[in-house]
């Protein structure tokens, strides 16, 4: 049975619920500058404070627990902290590189938890996490000049590739593109989704025709 399969399944049983948000659980661990460098970016130029995600590298302890705290209150669905997870965002930290390893770590802290939590009659599954990026491919960052663009679609599905890869090597069940707020972004992430599988599946990652289902979450701008 398809993970596709289990969801319909179970969602035919009762509601299937999807965790909280975790920018203010990890706010509630009053972290400092420290906690986000860790020993590997003790003497990184930039501050980091503030980049959640890298905490899946530097204070995994901390993104497992409150992975846990969701489970325990009865979450079925785990996201990954990997919002921010892609060469766009990661940039704003001169962590573009990062993209993937920052994925795949997130997936597999999601993975561990669910895994601990999972038994034949309560299956937990993780979302993997696709953010928006701080870029908009159909809109002009400029009022100015509406020809202006902050970023092209090659661009996009490039990094939107390397964070949807990192996820299916972390173990991820499912992908959702979060909060997307540009329908050319998604429809960039949708296909680098697409090119993911392939290439996971090239890989051995996943089997031959796997797919992973996709939610799409999406925020309307005025």
Not at 52 to 68: F, G, K, Y
Request: with cysteine; aromatic share 6%.
């Amino acid at each position: 049975m398809t993970t596709l399969d289990r969801l319909n399944a179970l969602s035919r049983e009762r509601i299937l619920i999807l965790d909280g948000a975790m920018g203010t659980m990890i706010q509630g661990y009053k972290l400092e500058e420290e906690d986000f460098r860790g020993e590997r970016f003790a003497a990184h130029e930039k501050k980091l404070r503030g980049c959640n995600d890298l905490l899946c590298l530097t204070r995994p302890d901390v993104i497992s627990a409150i992975h846990r705290q969701y489970l325990e209150a009865g979450a079925d669905l785990i996201e990954t902290c990997s919002f921010n997870a892609n060469a766009f965002s990661l940039a704003d930290y001169d962590l573009a590189p990062l993209a993937r390893e920052v994925s795949r770590e997130a997936a597999r802290l999601a993975r561990a938890a669910c895994d601990e939590f999972t038994t034949a009659e309560r299956p937990r599954f993780v979302v993997g996490v696709l953010g928006p990026t701080g870029k908009t491919a159909s809109l002009s960052p400029d009022v100015n000049d509406g020809a202006v663009r902050g970023t092209h679609w090659d661009e996009l599905v490039a990094a939107y590739t390397d964070n949807a890869l990192g996820l299916i090597e972390g173990g991820a069940d499912l992908l959702m593109i979060e909060t997307i707020f540009d329908t050319l972004n998604a429809k960039a992430a949708v296909f680098a989704i697409e090119e993911a599988t392939s290439q996971a599946i090239a890989a051995g990652l996943l089997p031959t025709g796997a797919r992973l289902p996709l939610m799409i979450s999406g925020t309307i701008t005025d």
